[in-house]
């Protein structure tokens, strides 16, 4: 007894084979697996997926149910897992109008972030959970379709049928572009910065930038006498670079005001974002410390006058 069959009309035949995979291997946890039948018919390059109830072990009345739920999760996975992609992309170009395969690409990176997690434990667990969710909205629906309908036309339905996740991709595409733009227009700021830095003469040998933790800066000169990070005539060199830019980093803008020919970068937290811009503008000329002489100094006075209180 025939159920259903699924048409991939769009798709090569190595898409269908990944879908009559996923099925099949779904299939092994139905308790009836022994009356249900998959076939692959190929033509043309395309595929088509037939489910059969064997009788009489199939019976529709008391295995239906578990069928149409366990057919529609199989292809739920399989939108997510293969098609979403092939989605994003397609809003990233009709409707974000970007045309260059290395931009689609970067931008493609953010829409991962946010649907697959970053690999941290839990991030993943929480990517798991957006998955399961958006998982859980399509399966459903199209568990209730089959239970109505004989033939699914794969692309039709998640083109006509899936309103809700195809408008939420669109805003994951969105969420994307903005950061697209953002890390472009940051880039561009550095690349800028890097250039000044660069045609600008070295006035002070060397300072030391002292990181006492979190946002806590101290930086020295090469007198070791205190620089102050809030003199308004401190940032008029990054006032002067771009206006339209919230520069709002004090220590970077001193840094490229008193432009020096070394910077000493003293922390125990190498990978701050503020270290890194520091990096990336001065180049060369930064050298990190984990912890010198220096550090032990400056860790002895704050004991020392921590003491006193």
Same mark, same amino acid.
């Given at each position: ?8 009309? !769009? ?125 859980? *909205? ?73 990181? *006492?933790?979190? !946002? ?29 830019? !919230? ?49 032990? !100094? ?12």
């Amino acid at each position: 007894m025939k159920l259903f069959a699924i048409q991939l009309t !769009n798709r090569v035949e190595a898409q269908a084979e990944q879908l009559y995979g996923m099925m099949t291997s779904s299939m092994e946890r139905l308790h009836n697996k022994e009356s249900i039948h998959i076939a692959m018919n190929r033509y043309e390059g395309r595929g088509e997926i037939e489910v059969y109830g064997v009788l009489p072990g199939f019976q529709l009345q008391t295995d239906g149910d578990p069928l149409f739920e366990w057919a529609g999760n199989a292809i739920a996975d399989y939108i997510l897992l293969v098609e979403e992609r092939r989605i994003l992309r397609f809003l990233l170009k009709q409707e974000f109008h970007y045309d260059k395969e290395e931009d689609i690409d970067r931008i493609m990176s953010y829409c991962e972030q946010m649907l697959s997690g970053t690999g941290e434990w839990e991030a993943e667990r929480a990517a798991g959970e957006v998955y399961n969710r958006r998982k859980a *909205k399509i399966s459903g629906e199209l568990a209730d379709y089959l239970k109505e309908q004989t033939e699914l036309n794969l692309e039709g339905y998640v083109r006509f049928r899936l309103h809700p996740y195809i408008d939420e991709l669109r805003d994951v595409a969105e969420y994307a572009v903005d950061e697209f733009v953002m890390d472009r227009q940051y880039q561009e700021f550095i690349s800028l910065l890097q250039y000044f830095v660069y045609i600008q003469e070295a006035r002070i040998p060397f300072v030391h930038l002292f990181h *006492k933790g979190g !946002n806590e800066f101290l930086l020295l000169n090469d007198r070791m006498e205190q620089i102050d990070t809030d003199d308004p005539e401190a940032v008029v060199t990054v006032e002067m670079l771009e206006k339209d830019m !919230n520069f709002e980093d004090m220590i970077v803008s001193t840094l490229i005001s008193v432009s020096p020919q070394q910077i000493y970068i003293h922390t125990r937290e190498p990978e701050q974002q503020v270290i890194h811009t520091i990096k990336q503008i001065f180049e060369n000329r930064v050298e990190v410390c984990g912890y010198c002489r220096l550090c032990h !100094n400056l860790d002895r006075g704050a004991a020392a006058e921590y003491n006193k209180r």
